[in-house]
């Protein structure tokens, strides 16, 4: 029994532990080579040592354990090469997931950190805004419960996870609306994009453009009290209301509970007329 571990020093002596070598055990993958018939322990030899490595070092490759049984039941360069070729090309997907998940990170927290600098609330004024690409669900939309549906039916339409878009969201007033003073009757939904869409053809654009714009504390329950000082302004501006407007909230409750953080933004696209 000189040349032979226990298993609690095998788990000791490779860092393991002895639930995970149980569990070989049991599924075949590195059986003891002793089994004790009066005490039931088990017992390895310095023999097992390369196949436990073996199994060490393609579990940290991300190989999971009926692949790596499957080879070391019968190992050979072609069959192995084929594995690790197949591993890298999922490393290589999950890297770009992960990229993407980090680059979100980077514009929502960039977002939010210029939203907490914004001194002036209340108060209309004219943007330049890029071209924005959305995905958008032409609906009457007239309750907070309305949002929710149609939220989940545009997340459905896309095969995507309305969670990710947390911050990205927004509603639109149709412009007739707006020149009707129906500042709460919202004509759809509608996600802003950051990556590309599996479905293009459903693929909004917002044009670049001006937009008159409004920052203010509270949710979309309460924007219809900014719009007729938002009109009055592209009057005095000599502009006109050219599409429908949007309305993004910002902060909201998911993001703080104080009330006095949560910001919405309002959005009005404009041409200056001749």
């Not at 149980?22 to 322990?41: A, F, N, S, V, W």
């Not at 339409?157 to 639109?172: D, E, Q, W, Y």
């Not at 009757?185 to 293009?200: A, G, H, Q, V």
């Not at 504390?217 to 219809?224: E, Q």
Request: proline fraction near 4%; charged fraction near 30%; include cysteine.
């Amino acid at each position: 029994m000189k040349d032979l571990l226990s298993i609690g020093e095998m788990a000791q002596l490779h860092d393991t532990s002895v639930k995970t070598l149980r569990y070989y055990d049991e599924i075949g993958l590195l059986k003891p080579c002793q089994i004790d018939e009066t005490t039931g322990y088990r017992y390895y030899s310095t023999s097992q040592f390369e196949r436990l490595h073996t199994i060490d070092y393609l579990k940290f490759l991300g190989f999971p354990l009926k692949q790596i049984s499957a080879h070391l039941e019968s190992p050979n360069p072609i069959s192995f090469l084929k594995l690790l070729r197949e591993q890298q090309q999922a490393t290589k997907e999950k890297i770009a997931e992960l990229q993407t998940i980090h680059n979100r990170f980077g514009r929502r927290i960039e977002e939010i950190e210029t939203a907490l600098q914004v001194k002036e609330m209340n108060k209309p004024h004219l943007r330049y805004l890029p071209e924005r690409r959305t995905i958008c669900l032409k609906q009457k939309i007239s309750s907070w419960p309305d949002m929710e549906v149609s939220l989940r039916k545009l997340e459905k339409l896309a095969r995507i996870k309305a969670s990710i878009f947390i911050g990205k969201v927004g509603l639109t007033v149709a412009r007739e609306n707006l020149l009707h003073s129906r500042f709460n009757d919202y004509n759809s939904i509608l996600m802003f994009l950051e990556e590309p869409l599996d479905n293009e053809q459903l693929v909004k654009i917002l044009p670049a453009g001006d937009y008159v714009c409004i920052y203010h504390r509270g949710n979309l329950a309460n924007t219809g009290e900014y719009y007729p000082m938002l009109l009055e302004y592209i009057q005095e501006k000599n502009m006109e209301v050219c599409d429908d407007s949007i309305e993004r909230v910002i902060i909201d409750s998911f993001v703080s509970r104080a009330k006095d953080c949560h910001l919405t933004e309002i959005q009005i696209p404009v041409r200056r007329l001749i």
